[in-house]
């Protein structure tokens, strides 16, 4: 059984940083592929980042110059680093993990879910 636990979360100031974290257990965490979303009020979930096991990231285009993810695989643990942070960054942030990054939106594996909330 697949379990992942977000932390991290919780209210900044614009302009301010966020680290993220999402600890795995139930999976060989080295040999998945790891993924970061959010979910803004009244909005789809959205793709903001993923991660294979060869460590290969990719970040969206609306963050990528703010937004870096990495992953530890002693610790089981895949951070999302958030920088420069806009109100519109405002969203329930999910992590989640798939065998592939094609596969990781339909896994069903997610997390509960960490609420970020930029304000000033």
């Known amino acids: 059984q697949v379990q992942l636990v977000e932390s991290g979360g919780g209210l900044v100031q614009p302009g301010g940083s966020l680290r993220l974290s999402c600890a795995a257990s139930g999976i060989i965490f080295s040999t998945y592929a790891m993924g970061w979303y959010r979910q803004a009020p009244g909005k789809q979930r959205e793709l903001v980042a993923t991660?294979?096991?060869?460590?290969?990231?990719n970040v969206a285009d609306s963050v990528k110059a703010r937004f870096t993810i990495f992953r530890d695989n002693a610790k089981n643990t895949v951070y999302l680093q958030m920088n420069s942070l806009k109100p519109e960054d405002t969203a329930v942030y999910y992590c989640?993990?798939?065998?592939?990054?094609?596969?990781?939106?339909?896994?069903?594996?997610w997390g509960q879910g960490t609420q970020v909330t930029v304000s000033s």
């Open positions: 991660i294979t096991s060869g460590r290969s990231a």
């Open positions: 989640a993990a798939g065998r592939t990054v094609a596969t990781i939106a339909s896994s069903g594996s």
